[in-house]
């Protein structure tokens, strides 16, 4: 069965760092690719880029390039994001969300539970 | 200010159809025939629906249909059931390697 499994919540001061952790199962993680979405309080959903599992290759939206970074280990089938310089504004749940195979977007098919990072000083 | 519109409510009696639009560009959904809509109840994650414009992911209801005209396309829930009672989003491809969500609409059972 395909999984993905998120670290747990953040709450963070602003200007500090956060790095959200997404573990994959049942599936090979190299071939398909990994969103990024967030989903600020009582809001709507937000898509923040995706990267190629298999070149490294990260896309990063319009309007959040400078203070993003994604990243993997593919040794232990694990994405990850890390925002930088933390804001108020930043405070949302952000979901890792597997493609389906083939484009990234064609359809965001698999998604993890979720990590709320609360930005608050 | 989300990039595809949709209407912040919709709502219908158990049994009815009821159609829900996302209206964007010819530079998105009447771009590309890579729209999906997802399922979100309180709390949870996002559910996809739809996938390619009327695409059904296996295990999703054939009660739920989409279709797309010119830049808008529309999901469809027929025989409404109180469990489709959530918010649904769509998503287009918007060239130049994005992806772009519409506001979500909040359908209600009534």
């Not at chain 2, 979100?40 to 295990?59: D, T």
């Not at chain 2, 989003?89 to 994005?98: D, L, R, V």
């Amino acid at each position: 069965q395909v999984h993905l499994v998120q670290s747990g919540s953040e709450l963070k001061k602003p200007g500090a760092s956060v790095k959200v952790s997404c573990k994959a199962s049942g599936y090979t993680f190299t071939n398909y690719a990994m969103n990024w979405v967030r989903q600020a309080p009582g809001q709507g959903l937000e898509w923040m880029g995706w990267i190629n599992t298999n070149t490294r290759n990260p896309t990063y939206a319009q309007g959040f390039t400078g203070r993003l970074v994604f990243s993997l280990d593919t040794s232990v089938s694990t994405a990850y994001l890390q925002i930088s310089s933390l804001k108020a504004e930043d405070t949302a749940v952000y979901y890792c969300v597997r493609g389906m195979l083939g484009y990234y977007y064609k359809g965001l098919e698999v998604w993890g539970q979720g990590t709320t990072v609360t930005v608050s000083s | 200010q989300s990039a595809l519109t949709q209407p912040p409510s919709a709502s219908g009696s158990p049994g009815q159809s009821v159609t829900i639009s996302c209206t964007g560009t010819s530079s998105d959904v009447g771009g590309y025939d890579f729209v999906s809509w997802y399922q979100q109840h309180p709390g949870k994650a996002p559910k996809l629906m739809i996938y390619e414009v009327s695409k059904r992911p296996s295990g999703v209801s054939d009660r739920f249909s989409g279709s797309k005209s010119g830049n808008t396309a529309s999901l469809t829930v027929s025989g409404l059931q109180a469990e489709d009672e959530a918010d649904y989003y769509c998503s287009s491809y918007a060239g130049s390697n994005s992806l772009t969500f519409g506001g979500g609409t909040k359908l209600t059972v009534l």
